[in-house]
């Protein structure tokens, strides 16, 4: 009897020190599913699927410095600049949804270069103190053929258009009527041709016409050949262009433009503000009844191209005058 009462006792002693053992182990967590991005081929190079949804995200960009020497103050000025392109689609029903936005900011020592007129039509030159700046240069959606937001006027390029939008190569792309407008457009799309139509806001809050620009264009024997024209609401005035734009042997482009001007308007191949003329009076933009653009690329490997290029400007209209 004593031993099986010893027995028991050992058991049930055993089998307490057994099971708070058990119950004071550590139980590691089982690892929660992990969903790793996803590349996205649908829209060409560098998309991703944003996790959880069916959206293609790409976000790209540059940075750029640049230094400048300046004659009229006898000294240089420097440039930093950084761009970032945020782009996403998704297919629908009706076509490629895309969200587009474009941001940039910089720190320029450049001077604001600023024309005052004085007695006699004459004009002092001065400089203002540079700075910081971010702006959006870009911010549209658009589905199918329509677009709709913050985009470079149809005057300049359409996305559908290919190789026919913007003035010369490089960076100086010279006179050619440069503008970013808040518009509708709707894009139609060939085999080997494009064509694109617009009301633009002209930021006329006195009247309630928009601009109207019109853009056509095709490749033929991979020539891109195009065709636009633009009507200034405010101006009451209109500008036309045709252009050319052909790849030529190894590495080489070639641009060709011509431009004409009812009268002094937005769609034209204006110059820039600042630009002072003999007896023109106050600096402002000036338009060109007439000009022609040439431009010229090469290649040279795949880091670095030269391009050579000049525009010719005829009968710049100045405060409703012609020079």
């Known amino acids: 009897m004593k031993i099986k009462s010893l ?14 053992s058990a119950a004071d182990a550590i139980v590691a967590a089982e690892p929660e599913p992990v969903e790793y991005v996803r590349v996205c081929d649908a829209f060409g190079a560098g998309y991703f699927y944003i996790p959880g949804t069916e959206t293609c995200l790409r976000i790209s960009g540059y940075t750029r410095f640049r230094v400048f020497s300046d004659d009229d103050a006898d000294s240089y000025y420097s440039l930093g600049k950084v761009e970032l392109n945020w ?31 004085v007695v006699g039509g ?4 001065t400089y203002a103190a540079a700075g910081n700046s971010v702006d959006i240069e870009h911010a549209y959606v658009a589905i199918g053929g329509l677009l709709a937001g913050y985009y470079d006027s149809t005057w300049i390029t359409s996305t559908n258009g290919g190789a026919s939008g913007y003035g010369a190569h490089g960076i ?23 064509a694109a139509i617009a009301v633009e806001d002209d930021s006329n809050i006195a009247s309630w016409n928009p601009d109207v620009v019109g853009r056509i264009g095709g490749v033929i024997g991979g020539i891109t050949i195009f065709g636009v ?23 080489g482009n070639l641009r060709l433009q011509g431009y004409y001007a009812s009268g002094a ?36 490997t795949p880091e670095f191209a030269a391009n050579i290029k000049g525009e010719w400007l005829g009968n710049l209209y100045t405060a409703g005058n012609v020079q």
């Open 229 to 251: 024209a633009g009507y200034d609401a405010t101006a009451s005035e209109w500008g036309a262009k045709i252009g050319l734009n052909m790849d030529v042997g190894a590495g």
């Open 265 to 300: 308007n937005s769609y034209a191949a204006n110059m820039s503000a600042g630009v002072v003329l003999p007896a023109a009076g106050p600096a402002a933009t000036f338009t060109p009844e007439w000009a022609v653009l040439a431009s010229y690329e090469q290649q040279l």
């Open 7 to 20: 027995l028991l006792g050992s058991a049930a002693a055993l089998f307490a020190v057994s099971g708070a």
């Open 122 to 125: 004459a004009t002092t030159s």
């Open 172 to 194: 100086y792309s010279l006179n050619y009527g440069y503008q970013v407008r808040n518009m509708i457009q709707y894009q139609l799309t060939g085999s080997n041709w494009f």
């Open 87 to 117: 782009d996403a689609k998704e297919d629908t029903e009706w076509g490629v949804l895309h969200g587009h936005a474009r941001i940039f900011g910089q720190r320029s020592t450049a001077p604001a270069y600023s024309v005052t007129p």
